[in-house]
């Protein structure tokens, strides 16, 4: 069975290997990006630096990233680590900034009172200020996870299989069906993880849908 020319076998293939390029350094860059943007907030002579330095990240184009990237790590042009790596690039400039900003929005009031109870900064962060913080981190890591889908269909330039492999092959056989083909799977799929991470911020924020239902 085929769709538009193309093996239906070869396109979920291929859409897997899209969502572990797209999808694995969204979670790693998250996690990068929590202990830089507490960093940012709490040393103010970090702010700048680290602000504008993981920014300048998001400027370097993919696709000389995907080049350049092989000479630095000691991989293959073809290695999949190349786009994993330059995708968690991507996403920690795009979350540092957001989780400094997230953070930053609980108000001192709380701050001052989990620290009276005797909470650690460490353990003001987890139990009180992120919990508070994920509806404006959850905002940045819906752009950061459209971006980072569009961005690895770039990687097809240098061989390595995804959704944007769809597009080369349709381009190198003048044919619109797999062009197309990979524009819609693209699509569909930013859609799917914008809507995996608002159902996970419903979770984690469940006082949110209260207070609209009162």
């Known amino acids: 069975m085929s769709v538009w020319g193309v093996p239906l076998g070869e396109v979920w293939s291929l859409t897997l290997d899209h969502i572990y390029l797209a999808g694995l350094p969204l979670l790693i860059g998250l996690l990068l990006a929590i202990p830089l943007g507490w960093a940012a907030l709490t040393r103010r002579w970090l702010y700048g630096p680290l602000i504008a330095g993981t920014g300048l990240l998001y400027t370097i184009p993919s696709l000389a990233l995907f080049i350049l990237l092989p000479g630095i790590l000691g991989t293959q ?34 701050r001052q009172a989990a620290t009276a109870m005797g909470y650690s900064p460490l353990r003001r962060l987890v139990a009180v200020e992120l919990p508070l913080a994920v509806p404006v981190i959850s905002a940045g890591l819906r752009v950061a996870a459209v971006s ?26 003048n044919a619109m069906g797999p062009i197309v083909l990979g524009v819609i799977a693209s699509v569909t799929l930013a859609v799917l993880f914008d809507v995996l991470i608002l159902g996970v911020t419903k979770v984690l924020t469940p006082w949110q849908t209260a207070g609209r239902s009162a």
């Open 148 to 173: 980072n889908v569009s961005i690895v269909s770039v990687a097809a330039l240098v061989g390595v299989s995804q959704l944007g492999t769809l597009f080369t092959d349709g381009f190198n056989r």
């Open 77 to 110: 042009i073809l290695d999949p680590v190349n786009v994993l790596v330059a995708m968690t690039l991507y996403t920690v400039a795009l979350l540092t900034r957001t989780v400094a900003d997230g953070l930053s929005s609980v108000p001192n009031h709380v």
